[in-house]
Protein backbone atom coordinates (compact mmCIF):
# COMPACT_ATOMS: atom_id res chain seq x y z
CA UNK A 1 0.00 0.00 0.00
CA UNK A 2 1.55 3.50 -0.71
CA UNK A 3 2.24 5.96 1.50
CA UNK A 4 1.06 9.70 2.16
CA UNK A 5 3.08 12.31 -0.40
CA UNK A 6 5.88 13.68 1.64
CA UNK A 7 4.33 16.93 1.98
CA UNK A 8 1.38 15.76 3.95
CA UNK A 9 3.41 13.12 6.13
CA UNK A 10 5.68 16.55 7.14
CA UNK A 11 3.00 18.54 7.99
CA UNK A 12 1.06 15.54 10.00
CA UNK A 13 4.66 15.35 11.92
CA UNK A 14 4.74 19.12 12.37
CA UNK A 15 0.84 19.21 14.29
CA UNK A 16 2.01 16.40 16.40
CA UNK A 17 5.61 17.41 18.11
CA UNK A 18 3.68 20.83 18.20
CA UNK A 19 0.77 19.39 20.20
CA UNK A 20 2.82 16.86 22.24
CA UNK A 21 4.90 20.11 23.92
CA UNK A 22 7.97 20.05 22.54
CA UNK A 23 10.72 23.12 22.05
CA UNK A 24 9.93 25.38 19.14
CA UNK A 25 12.98 25.12 17.33
CA UNK A 26 12.85 21.32 17.12
CA UNK A 27 13.31 19.53 13.99
CA UNK A 28 11.17 17.53 12.40
CA UNK A 29 12.81 14.88 10.56
CA UNK A 30 12.36 14.54 6.57
CA UNK A 31 10.15 11.32 5.38
CA UNK A 32 12.16 8.74 3.87
CA UNK A 33 12.92 9.07 0.29
CA UNK A 34 14.70 5.41 -0.19
CA UNK A 35 11.53 3.56 1.67
CA UNK A 36 9.13 5.75 -0.60
CA UNK A 37 11.11 4.78 -3.62
CA UNK A 38 11.01 1.11 -2.46
CA UNK A 39 7.41 1.27 -1.92
CA UNK A 40 7.02 2.46 -6.02
CA UNK A 41 9.11 -0.62 -7.28
CA UNK A 42 6.77 -2.90 -5.48
CA UNK A 43 3.73 -1.29 -6.66
CA UNK A 44 5.23 -1.34 -10.26
CA UNK A 45 6.36 -4.98 -10.12
CA UNK A 46 2.38 -5.96 -8.92
CA UNK A 47 1.15 -4.21 -11.50
CA UNK A 48 3.20 -6.11 -14.32
CA UNK A 49 2.33 -9.13 -12.89
CA UNK A 50 -0.73 -8.49 -13.22
CA UNK A 51 -1.01 -8.04 -16.59
CA UNK A 52 -1.88 -10.93 -19.21
CA UNK A 53 1.21 -12.51 -21.39
CA UNK A 54 2.07 -11.22 -24.31
CA UNK A 55 0.24 -13.13 -27.09
CA UNK A 56 2.43 -14.44 -30.11
CA UNK A 57 2.15 -12.61 -33.35
CA UNK A 58 -0.50 -14.85 -35.67
CA UNK A 59 1.19 -15.45 -38.66
CA UNK A 60 1.41 -13.30 -41.77
CA UNK A 61 -1.54 -14.22 -44.08
CA UNK A 62 -0.02 -14.79 -47.73
CA UNK A 63 -3.77 -15.15 -49.17
CA UNK A 64 -6.84 -12.95 -48.49
CA UNK A 65 -8.46 -14.40 -45.76
CA UNK A 66 -12.36 -15.66 -45.65
CA UNK A 67 -14.82 -14.80 -43.38
CA UNK A 68 -17.00 -17.65 -42.32
CA UNK A 69 -20.01 -17.40 -40.83
CA UNK A 70 -21.16 -16.86 -37.36
CA UNK A 71 -21.34 -20.58 -36.43
CA UNK A 72 -17.98 -21.35 -37.85
CA UNK A 73 -19.17 -23.52 -40.76
CA UNK A 74 -17.22 -23.18 -44.06
CA UNK A 75 -18.22 -21.10 -47.13
CA UNK A 76 -20.66 -22.96 -50.18
CA UNK A 77 -21.07 -21.79 -53.22
CA UNK A 78 -23.19 -22.37 -55.83
CA UNK A 79 -22.49 -21.71 -59.71
CA UNK A 80 -25.19 -22.87 -62.13
CA UNK A 81 -25.48 -22.19 -65.71
CA UNK A 82 -28.30 -23.20 -68.10
CA UNK A 83 -27.03 -23.15 -71.75
CA UNK A 84 -29.00 -23.15 -75.24
CA UNK A 85 -26.42 -24.64 -77.87
CA UNK A 86 -26.09 -25.54 -81.85
CA UNK A 87 -23.58 -26.46 -83.64
CA UNK A 88 -22.20 -28.29 -87.36
CA UNK A 89 -19.33 -29.86 -87.76
CA UNK A 90 -17.50 -33.36 -86.67
CA UNK A 91 -17.60 -33.49 -82.75
CA UNK A 92 -14.56 -34.63 -80.93
CA UNK A 93 -13.76 -35.46 -77.55
CA UNK A 94 -10.57 -34.49 -75.52
CA UNK A 95 -8.64 -36.71 -73.33
CA UNK A 96 -5.28 -35.61 -70.63
CA UNK A 97 -2.48 -35.33 -70.00
CA UNK A 98 -0.43 -33.62 -72.71
CA UNK A 99 -2.10 -36.58 -74.96
CA UNK A 100 -2.81 -36.53 -78.56
CA UNK A 101 -6.24 -34.84 -77.92
CA UNK A 102 -8.80 -34.88 -80.00
CA UNK A 103 -10.35 -31.33 -80.87
CA UNK A 104 -13.74 -30.12 -80.08
CA UNK A 105 -15.10 -28.36 -83.39
CA UNK A 106 -18.25 -26.96 -82.62
CA UNK A 107 -19.03 -26.93 -78.96
CA UNK A 108 -17.30 -27.22 -75.57
CA UNK A 109 -17.11 -30.33 -74.23
CA UNK A 110 -20.21 -31.60 -72.23
CA UNK A 111 -22.70 -28.54 -74.25
CA UNK A 112 -24.77 -31.02 -76.15
CA UNK A 113 -26.60 -29.91 -79.27
CA UNK A 114 -30.01 -28.24 -78.01
CA UNK A 115 -28.95 -27.43 -74.41
CA UNK A 116 -27.92 -28.59 -70.68
CA UNK A 117 -27.27 -27.71 -66.89
CA UNK A 118 -24.08 -27.70 -65.51
CA UNK A 119 -23.56 -26.70 -61.63
CA UNK A 120 -20.22 -26.45 -59.46
CA UNK A 121 -20.11 -26.28 -56.32
CA UNK A 122 -17.66 -25.29 -54.00
CA UNK A 123 -16.58 -25.65 -50.12
CA UNK A 124 -14.08 -22.91 -48.82
CA UNK A 125 -12.74 -22.46 -45.15
CA UNK A 126 -9.74 -21.56 -43.64
CA UNK A 127 -8.55 -24.10 -40.96
CA UNK A 128 -6.78 -22.92 -37.85
CA UNK A 129 -5.33 -19.97 -39.09
CA UNK A 130 -2.21 -22.08 -41.24
CA UNK A 131 -4.23 -23.94 -43.91
CA UNK A 132 -7.29 -22.89 -46.13
CA UNK A 133 -9.44 -26.03 -47.71
CA UNK A 134 -10.71 -25.37 -51.30
CA UNK A 135 -13.65 -28.14 -52.33
CA UNK A 136 -15.07 -27.60 -56.50
CA UNK A 137 -17.01 -30.52 -58.22
CA UNK A 138 -18.68 -30.03 -61.54
CA UNK A 139 -22.27 -31.40 -61.73
CA UNK A 140 -23.92 -32.07 -65.28
CA UNK A 141 -26.20 -34.03 -67.31
CA UNK A 142 -23.61 -36.64 -67.80
CA UNK A 143 -22.70 -37.07 -64.15
CA UNK A 144 -20.68 -35.68 -61.46
CA UNK A 145 -16.69 -35.02 -61.16
CA UNK A 146 -14.50 -33.66 -58.54
CA UNK A 147 -12.91 -30.59 -60.15
CA UNK A 148 -10.30 -29.82 -57.27
CA UNK A 149 -9.90 -30.19 -53.95
CA UNK A 150 -6.79 -28.74 -52.25
CA UNK A 151 -5.32 -27.59 -49.08
CA UNK A 152 -3.01 -24.43 -49.19
CA UNK A 153 -0.42 -22.70 -46.80
CA UNK A 154 -1.01 -19.36 -45.07
CA UNK A 155 1.91 -18.62 -43.27
CA UNK A 156 4.87 -20.22 -44.33
CA UNK A 157 8.13 -18.90 -43.91
CA UNK A 158 10.21 -17.21 -46.48
CA UNK A 159 6.97 -16.43 -48.54
CA UNK A 160 6.70 -20.09 -49.44
CA UNK A 161 3.37 -21.65 -50.61
CA UNK A 162 2.68 -24.93 -50.59
CA UNK A 163 -0.70 -26.21 -52.17
CA UNK A 164 -1.65 -30.12 -52.20
CA UNK A 165 -4.48 -32.66 -53.34
CA UNK A 166 -6.15 -32.38 -56.37
CA UNK A 167 -5.42 -29.54 -58.39
CA UNK A 168 -5.36 -27.43 -62.08
CA UNK A 169 -1.42 -26.39 -62.17
CA UNK A 170 -0.88 -22.79 -63.38
CA UNK A 171 0.11 -23.72 -66.87
CA UNK A 172 -0.16 -20.42 -68.95
CA UNK A 173 -3.16 -18.15 -68.05
CA UNK A 174 -6.37 -20.09 -69.10
CA UNK A 175 -5.46 -23.11 -67.47
CA UNK A 176 -6.26 -22.81 -64.44
CA UNK A 177 -9.54 -20.94 -64.95
CA UNK A 178 -13.11 -22.77 -64.06
CA UNK A 179 -15.24 -23.20 -66.82
CA UNK A 180 -17.59 -20.48 -65.38
CA UNK A 181 -14.66 -18.03 -65.06
CA UNK A 182 -13.62 -18.44 -69.12
CA UNK A 183 -13.35 -14.79 -70.82
CA UNK A 184 -14.98 -17.07 -73.66
CA UNK A 185 -17.42 -20.34 -73.51
CA UNK A 186 -14.33 -22.18 -75.27
CA UNK A 187 -11.12 -22.99 -73.89
CA UNK A 188 -8.55 -22.41 -76.90
CA UNK A 189 -7.89 -25.29 -78.98
CA UNK A 190 -4.00 -25.65 -78.32
CA UNK A 191 -4.88 -25.66 -74.67
CA UNK A 192 -7.35 -28.22 -75.63
CA UNK A 193 -4.99 -30.46 -77.50
CA UNK A 194 -2.82 -30.19 -74.90
CA UNK A 195 -4.43 -30.82 -71.67
CA UNK A 196 -7.92 -31.41 -72.40
CA UNK A 197 -11.01 -30.11 -70.91
CA UNK A 198 -11.73 -28.67 -67.94
CA UNK A 199 -7.83 -28.08 -67.71
CA UNK A 200 -4.51 -29.42 -67.15
CA UNK A 201 -4.13 -30.99 -63.76
CA UNK A 202 -3.82 -34.26 -61.33
CA UNK A 203 -3.24 -35.34 -57.58
CA UNK A 204 0.24 -34.21 -56.18
CA UNK A 205 1.99 -31.08 -54.87
CA UNK A 206 2.73 -27.29 -55.60
CA UNK A 207 4.93 -24.98 -54.43
CA UNK A 208 5.03 -21.60 -55.23
CA UNK A 209 7.67 -18.52 -54.26
CA UNK A 210 6.81 -14.69 -54.34
CA UNK A 211 10.19 -12.63 -54.63
CA UNK A 212 10.03 -9.60 -52.47
CA UNK A 213 9.81 -7.14 -55.20
CA UNK A 214 7.97 -3.90 -55.99
CA UNK A 215 6.16 -5.99 -58.76
CA UNK A 216 4.56 -9.40 -59.04
CA UNK A 217 7.37 -12.00 -59.52
CA UNK A 218 6.31 -15.46 -59.12
CA UNK A 219 8.04 -18.83 -59.75
CA UNK A 220 5.90 -22.40 -58.78
CA UNK A 221 6.60 -26.05 -58.93
CA UNK A 222 4.33 -28.69 -59.28
CA UNK A 223 4.98 -32.73 -59.63
CA UNK A 224 1.62 -34.35 -60.18
CA UNK A 225 0.18 -37.78 -60.52
CA UNK A 226 -1.10 -38.60 -64.00
CA UNK A 227 -4.00 -41.17 -62.70
CA UNK A 228 -6.94 -39.55 -63.29
CA UNK A 229 -9.16 -41.10 -59.97
CA UNK A 230 -12.32 -39.00 -59.63
CA UNK A 231 -11.56 -36.39 -61.90
CA UNK A 232 -11.11 -38.84 -65.06
CA UNK A 233 -8.61 -37.14 -66.26
CA UNK A 234 -5.81 -39.65 -67.30
CA UNK A 235 -4.50 -43.20 -67.96
CA UNK A 236 -4.70 -45.80 -65.67
CA UNK A 237 -1.93 -47.62 -64.95
CA UNK A 238 -1.30 -51.12 -62.89
CA UNK A 239 -1.05 -50.83 -59.21
CA UNK A 240 2.89 -50.67 -57.71
CA UNK A 241 4.25 -49.21 -61.34
CA UNK A 242 3.47 -45.91 -60.98
CA UNK A 243 7.45 -44.19 -60.97
CA UNK A 244 9.36 -41.33 -61.50
CA UNK A 245 8.91 -40.85 -65.30
CA UNK A 246 5.14 -41.36 -64.88
CA UNK A 247 4.33 -38.12 -62.90
CA UNK A 248 3.81 -35.33 -64.60
CA UNK A 249 6.20 -31.89 -63.76
CA UNK A 250 5.22 -28.46 -64.46
CA UNK A 251 7.25 -25.50 -63.89
CA UNK A 252 5.63 -21.71 -64.25
CA UNK A 253 8.03 -18.31 -64.17
CA UNK A 254 5.18 -15.53 -63.77
CA UNK A 255 5.63 -11.63 -63.51
CA UNK A 256 2.87 -8.68 -63.69
CA UNK A 257 2.47 -4.86 -62.33
CA UNK A 258 -1.38 -4.14 -62.17
CA UNK A 259 -1.98 -0.97 -60.94
CA UNK A 260 -5.58 0.33 -60.05
CA UNK A 261 -5.20 2.61 -62.73
CA UNK A 262 -3.23 3.15 -66.50
CA UNK A 263 -1.69 0.16 -67.86
CA UNK A 264 -0.35 -3.10 -66.65
CA UNK A 265 1.38 -5.58 -68.05
CA UNK A 266 2.50 -9.32 -67.46
CA UNK A 267 4.76 -11.79 -69.01
CA UNK A 268 5.19 -15.82 -68.59
CA UNK A 269 6.69 -18.67 -69.40
CA UNK A 270 5.31 -22.34 -68.28
CA UNK A 271 6.73 -25.92 -69.25
CA UNK A 272 4.82 -29.06 -68.29
CA UNK A 273 6.79 -32.53 -68.83
CA UNK A 274 4.76 -36.02 -68.59
CA UNK A 275 4.22 -39.30 -70.02
CA UNK A 276 1.48 -39.50 -72.78
CA UNK A 277 -0.67 -42.56 -73.56
CA UNK A 278 0.66 -43.53 -76.36
CA UNK A 279 2.86 -45.91 -74.56
CA UNK A 280 4.57 -46.76 -71.64
CA UNK A 281 7.72 -44.97 -72.34
CA UNK A 282 6.18 -42.19 -74.77
CA UNK A 283 6.97 -38.76 -73.18
CA UNK A 284 5.32 -35.59 -74.10
CA UNK A 285 7.06 -31.95 -73.43
CA UNK A 286 4.70 -28.80 -73.61
CA UNK A 287 6.48 -25.03 -73.31
CA UNK A 288 4.54 -22.04 -73.55
CA UNK A 289 4.84 -17.91 -73.09
CA UNK A 290 1.94 -16.03 -72.43
CA UNK A 291 1.59 -11.96 -72.13
CA UNK A 292 -0.79 -9.89 -71.24
CA UNK A 293 -1.77 -5.77 -71.63
CA UNK A 294 -4.18 -4.51 -69.21
CA UNK A 295 -5.55 -0.58 -69.64
CA UNK A 296 -8.16 1.03 -67.14
CA UNK A 297 -8.31 4.93 -68.02
CA UNK A 298 -11.01 4.82 -65.70
CA UNK A 299 -12.66 3.05 -63.14
CA UNK A 300 -15.38 1.97 -65.12
CA UNK A 301 -13.17 0.83 -68.58
CA UNK A 302 -11.08 -2.12 -69.06
CA UNK A 303 -9.53 -3.02 -72.08
CA UNK A 304 -7.16 -6.08 -72.36
CA UNK A 305 -5.02 -7.85 -74.77
CA UNK A 306 -3.58 -11.33 -74.42
CA UNK A 307 -1.48 -14.00 -75.82
CA UNK A 308 -0.47 -17.54 -75.60
CA UNK A 309 1.50 -19.58 -77.70
CA UNK A 310 2.97 -23.34 -77.15
CA UNK A 311 4.98 -25.82 -78.29
CA UNK A 312 4.27 -29.66 -77.99
CA UNK A 313 7.21 -32.26 -78.56
CA UNK A 314 5.17 -35.73 -78.31
CA UNK A 315 6.85 -39.20 -78.92
CA UNK A 316 4.51 -41.84 -80.63
CA UNK A 317 4.67 -44.93 -81.36
CA UNK A 318 7.73 -45.45 -84.35
CA UNK A 319 8.43 -41.37 -84.53
CA UNK A 320 8.19 -38.10 -83.06
CA UNK A 321 5.40 -35.62 -84.00
CA UNK A 322 5.67 -31.69 -83.24
CA UNK A 323 3.46 -29.34 -83.42
CA UNK A 324 2.88 -25.13 -82.02
CA UNK A 325 -0.17 -23.01 -81.54
CA UNK A 326 -1.79 -20.47 -79.84
CA UNK A 327 -4.20 -17.31 -79.60
CA UNK A 328 -4.63 -13.75 -79.62
CA UNK A 329 -7.81 -11.85 -77.61
CA UNK A 330 -8.99 -8.73 -77.33
CA UNK A 331 -11.15 -7.61 -74.94
CA UNK A 332 -13.20 -4.77 -72.95
CA UNK A 333 -15.68 -4.15 -70.57
CA UNK A 334 -17.67 -1.42 -69.11
CA UNK A 335 -20.06 -0.43 -66.29
CA UNK A 336 -23.10 0.37 -66.99
CA UNK A 337 -24.74 1.53 -64.04
CA UNK A 338 -24.97 -1.25 -62.17
CA UNK A 339 -24.35 -3.69 -64.73
CA UNK A 340 -21.50 -5.09 -66.14
CA UNK A 341 -20.99 -5.52 -69.89
CA UNK A 342 -17.44 -7.25 -71.64
CA UNK A 343 -16.92 -8.76 -74.72
CA UNK A 344 -14.01 -10.40 -76.17
CA UNK A 345 -12.56 -11.82 -79.77
CA UNK A 346 -10.24 -14.13 -79.80
CA UNK A 347 -8.22 -15.69 -83.32
CA UNK A 348 -6.82 -19.14 -82.90
CA UNK A 349 -4.04 -20.90 -84.38
CA UNK A 350 -2.43 -24.67 -84.33
CA UNK A 351 -0.52 -26.08 -87.06
CA UNK A 352 -0.80 -29.64 -87.56
CA UNK A 353 1.27 -29.68 -90.79
CA UNK A 354 3.73 -32.48 -89.17
CA UNK A 355 1.02 -34.70 -88.65
CA UNK A 356 -0.31 -37.19 -91.73
CA UNK A 357 -3.42 -35.85 -93.22
CA UNK A 358 -3.75 -33.04 -91.43
CA UNK A 359 -3.73 -29.17 -91.63
CA UNK A 360 -3.12 -26.25 -89.69
CA UNK A 361 -6.67 -25.02 -88.14
CA UNK A 362 -7.84 -21.73 -87.63
CA UNK A 363 -10.83 -20.69 -85.36
CA UNK A 364 -12.12 -17.27 -84.74
CA UNK A 365 -14.35 -17.11 -81.45
CA UNK A 366 -16.54 -14.25 -79.87
CA UNK A 367 -18.59 -13.98 -76.76
CA UNK A 368 -20.68 -10.85 -74.93
CA UNK A 369 -21.62 -11.42 -71.37
CA UNK A 370 -23.93 -9.06 -69.46
CA UNK A 371 -23.73 -9.00 -65.54
CA UNK A 372 -26.59 -7.97 -64.39
CA UNK A 373 -25.16 -8.12 -60.86
CA UNK A 374 -23.01 -9.91 -58.81
CA UNK A 375 -25.09 -12.97 -58.60
CA UNK A 376 -26.45 -13.10 -62.28
CA UNK A 377 -25.08 -13.06 -66.20
CA UNK A 378 -26.12 -13.55 -69.52
CA UNK A 379 -23.55 -14.91 -71.77
CA UNK A 380 -23.62 -15.38 -75.58
CA UNK A 381 -20.79 -16.76 -77.78
CA UNK A 382 -20.18 -18.67 -81.23
CA UNK A 383 -16.95 -20.05 -83.05
CA UNK A 384 -16.01 -20.94 -86.34
CA UNK A 385 -13.70 -23.37 -87.69
CA UNK A 386 -11.75 -22.46 -91.05
CA UNK A 387 -10.28 -24.98 -93.02
CA UNK A 388 -7.68 -23.21 -95.54
CA UNK A 389 -6.93 -26.08 -97.42
CA UNK A 390 -11.01 -26.76 -99.00
CA UNK A 391 -11.70 -22.69 -98.69
CA UNK A 392 -14.57 -23.28 -96.45
CA UNK A 393 -15.98 -23.80 -92.82
CA UNK A 394 -15.23 -26.88 -91.12
CA UNK A 395 -17.75 -26.19 -88.40
CA UNK A 396 -19.20 -23.63 -86.56
CA UNK A 397 -21.36 -23.63 -83.11
CA UNK A 398 -22.80 -20.71 -80.75
CA UNK A 399 -24.67 -20.63 -77.37
CA UNK A 400 -26.75 -18.80 -74.96
CA UNK A 401 -26.84 -18.88 -71.64
CA UNK A 402 -27.48 -17.67 -67.89
CA UNK A 403 -25.34 -17.85 -64.95
CA UNK A 404 -26.30 -17.87 -61.79
CA UNK A 405 -23.71 -17.38 -58.94
CA UNK A 406 -24.19 -17.94 -54.82
CA UNK A 407 -21.52 -17.57 -52.22
CA UNK A 408 -18.45 -17.84 -53.34
CA UNK A 409 -16.86 -18.39 -56.99
CA UNK A 410 -14.29 -20.58 -58.00
CA UNK A 411 -11.04 -19.47 -59.31
CA UNK A 412 -10.81 -15.86 -61.20
CA UNK A 413 -14.68 -15.59 -61.67
CA UNK A 414 -17.13 -12.93 -59.53
CA UNK A 415 -17.76 -10.51 -61.95
CA UNK A 416 -17.56 -10.19 -66.40
CA UNK A 417 -13.77 -11.54 -66.45
CA UNK A 418 -13.10 -11.06 -63.07
CA UNK A 419 -11.24 -7.47 -63.77
CA UNK A 420 -14.18 -4.47 -62.70
CA UNK A 421 -15.04 -4.97 -59.32
Same mark, same amino acid.
Given at each position: +?? %??????????? !????????? !???AQ????????????????????? /???????? =????????????? !?????????????????? =?????????P???????????P??????????????????????R?????????????????????????????????????R???????????????????????????????????????????????????????????????????? *???????????????????????? %?G?????? /??????P??? *??????????????W?????????????????????????????????????????????????????????????G !????????????????????????? +??????????????????????????H????????????
Amino acid at each position: +MR %LLPPWLTAAVA !ALALSSSGL !AEGAQVRPPDEDADEEDMQAVRAALQ /ASRPAPQP =TPPVALLPALHPT !ADGLPELGLVAELVASYG =TGRARTASWPLSLAELPVELPPGVAPGGTVRLELSLQHVVDGWFRLDVFALAGAGGTSLLEAYATTRALPLRLQLRGGLLLHRFGIENARHPHALSLPVRPVALLRAFGDPGGGGLGLEASFRAPLPWLLEVSAAVLSPLGGEAGRGRELP *AGELGLLDLLYVVTLKQAVWPQRG %LGVSLGGS /AALGPNPTGR *ANRTDVYGLDAALLWRPTPGLRLGLAAEWLWRRQQVPGGLQQEAGGYCALSAAVRLGGMVLAGAVRYEHLDEAQHPG !AASRHRLAAGLDLELGRGSLLRGGG +MVDLDPADGGLRGWGGLLGLQLRLGPHGPRGGDAHGLLR
